[in-house]
């Protein structure tokens, strides 16, 4: 490749290259022996001689060159017409900057006009052996399959190629279905392996085709048709069920995360539940660059315009940024209160305008309710009628009137943020009883720069800076949280557990003070088989690798242990991955002492979290 690199950019004299690369070649191959470098050698040569120029055809087939390609629809916003689409087409340089916005702030929900159609394998639905279970739709990191209650009226235009089966449980007027969006697949797999009813290779309900035979079966035709259709169509279902939940539309969809990455099935779990009310502060790290990669946001809206607003501050401020937003929206809801009562007590305040603020403003203290969203969208509707009314009162309460909703804030990054570069940030954060939510991704190391060591990297573990293994214990910051008594500490693994995971996300947003969240986040650095991240999630708790907990001081016994005791072996589940196995091969005896060492480590760890949790009340 970099023979092709230097020859084709011209970048400096070709033989100048040449003469560097062989240099190179020989320096790094030396210690090989000869015969390598002889190979290496003679590699850069066949490289220079196959080189040759490959013109670009008009067109391929009939099908024209990219430049024909629609890439934007014709409704899509002035942002996706100036900005996205000449990105896409590579032609950034020519944006001029008066395009760009003057405060940073970039459209939502525009990830979905991507449709990068980048997976040769796709995911079918076969109906007849679906369960209605969601875990497909749950394990997704890319949101690209996802499940949906239907009315039957609404069924009406249905296109003939979209296909339900009558809901569980039966309700005469309601429908299932599972939609792949083919475009946003990555084909990671991670839905195949983890569909239970694939268990049966006789009647498996996700089954693979590709992308070419699912267009021809109408699937983006009907994935138009699902999107349109309501959202969130519950039936007798609830969120406290990973079935519930995931009837729910994701307002984090299609990002650019790796396929199958562990750490973005949780914050499209977080967007399910709570996305509509939510504001996120992220840190750098993975979860900041596929949240939000200019000029694509994967952060959307629910049909009403309602979704995450989302900021990227420092690696080593964001819980402090996160801890800002929280006083900013107390304080503009104060300040909202009051101006509500001081246009209350004005006596030339309209009846219906004092009726609908009034109501409004008896949902203050639980205000994210159905009942209370209506009152509060009553109120704005009565507000703009008065538009025009020349009071500085009811005109801050009109600035303001976001506000009657409170707002739900996510603190979200990696662990290397949290336990290493943003810890003090996140320890004051903490200490302050505010209610905010921190998600720390455990990918057990600095992912996103490739794979460096962090304080939550546990003994043995090959990393970057750690390449003889880790010599020190991963750092128990959820035991370090938990040691103030008032803040609401768990550690999830979603493939592990879905229930527990969904109930610890819950308590964490009920829960009125300060709350933490160490999520376990497989990940390519791990050397794994990326179809299998979710099933990694598994076998890292059965084998007693990552813990299951709670501690919700809300609870008049706060702790709970949610993991079963070890049915899987340590050293078996350590020894499959690639971030312990290379160990074996570099320095096999140092291996095995700290093998030993991680499995003893491990064992002391949970039995602390379980012995300290049940002190702690
Ligand atoms: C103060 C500072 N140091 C280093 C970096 C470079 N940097 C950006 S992302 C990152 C790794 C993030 O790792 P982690 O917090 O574990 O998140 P992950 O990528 O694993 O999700 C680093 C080191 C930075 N942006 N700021
Ligand atoms: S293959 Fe991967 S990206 Fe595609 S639908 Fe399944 S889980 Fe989602
Ligand atoms: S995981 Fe399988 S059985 Fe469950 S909803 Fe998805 S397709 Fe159906
Ligand atoms: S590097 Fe790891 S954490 Fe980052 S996107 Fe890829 S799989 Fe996810």
Known sequence: MMVVYFKVSGIIPFEQALEGMREMTKKTFKKKGDDVVNMNLALIDAAVDACQEVPVPATLDGVGCVDDVKLIPDNASDFAKKIIEPSMRQKGDDIPVSAMSNDGVIPTGTACLEKRGIAPRVPHWNSENCIQCGICASACPHAAIRTKLIEKENLKDAPKS?????????????????????????????????????????????????????????????????????????????TKTIKGAMLRKPLFEFSGACAGCGETPYVKLVSQLFGENMIVANATGCSSI????????????????????????????????????????????????????????????????????EEAISHFENSKTEEAHAAQDKAKEVLAKYKDVDCPDLAKVRELQDYFTDKSVWIIGGDGWANDIGYGGIDHVLAQNQDVNILVLDTEVYSNTGGQASKSTPTG??????????????????????????????????????????????????????????????????????SKTQTEQ????????????????????????????????????????????????TNPEAAEALYTQAEEDAAKRMAVYKAVGELMR
């Not at 693979?208 to 259709?229: G, M, R």
């Open 162 to 238: 979209f296909n339900t089966i009558p809901a569980k449980p039966a309700l005469a007027d309601e429908e299932f279905k599972v939609q792949v969006y083919c475009k946003d697949c990555t084909g990671c797999g991670v839905c195949v392996d983890q569909c239970p009813a694939n268990k049966n290779p006789e009647k498996p309900a996700l089954t693979w085709s590709s992308i070419e035979k699912e267009e021809e079966a109408c699937e983006l035709v009907n994935e138009k048709f699902f999107d349109e259709l309501p959202d969130n169509v519950m039936g007798r279902n609830t």
């Open 461 to 530: 573990a090959v990393a970057k800076f750690a390449t003889g293994g880790k010599r020190t214990y991963k750092k128990n910051m959820g035991l370090m949280s938990m040691s103030y008594g008032y803040v609401y500490v768990a550690s999830v693994a979603l493939g592990a557990d879905r229930a527990q995971t969904l109930k610890a996300f819950q308590e964490a947003e009920a829960y009125k003070g300060p709350s933490i969240i160490f999520a376990y986040a497989p990940c390519i650095a791990h050397g794994i088989d990326m």
């Open 538 to 585: 598994k076998r890292a708790v059965e084998a007693g690798y990552f813990p299951l907990y709670r501690y919700n001081p809300d609870n008049e016994v706060p702790f709970t242990w949610d993991a079963k005791d070890p049915k899987g072996s340590y050293q078996e589940f350590i020894r499959s991955e690639g971030r312990y196995k290379s160990l074996m091969k």
């Open 290 to 357: 596929y949240s939000g990669t200019f000029p694509t946001i994967p952060y959307t809206t629910n049909k009403e315009g309602r979704g995450p607003a989302w900021a990227n501050s420092l690696f080593e401020d964001n819980a402090e940024f996160g801890f800002g937003m929280r006083l900013a929206v107390d304080q503009n809801r104060s300040t909202l209160k009051t101006y509500v009562e001081k246009v209350l007590s004005n006596e030339k305040t309209p009846a219906d305008l004092k009726a609908a603020l």
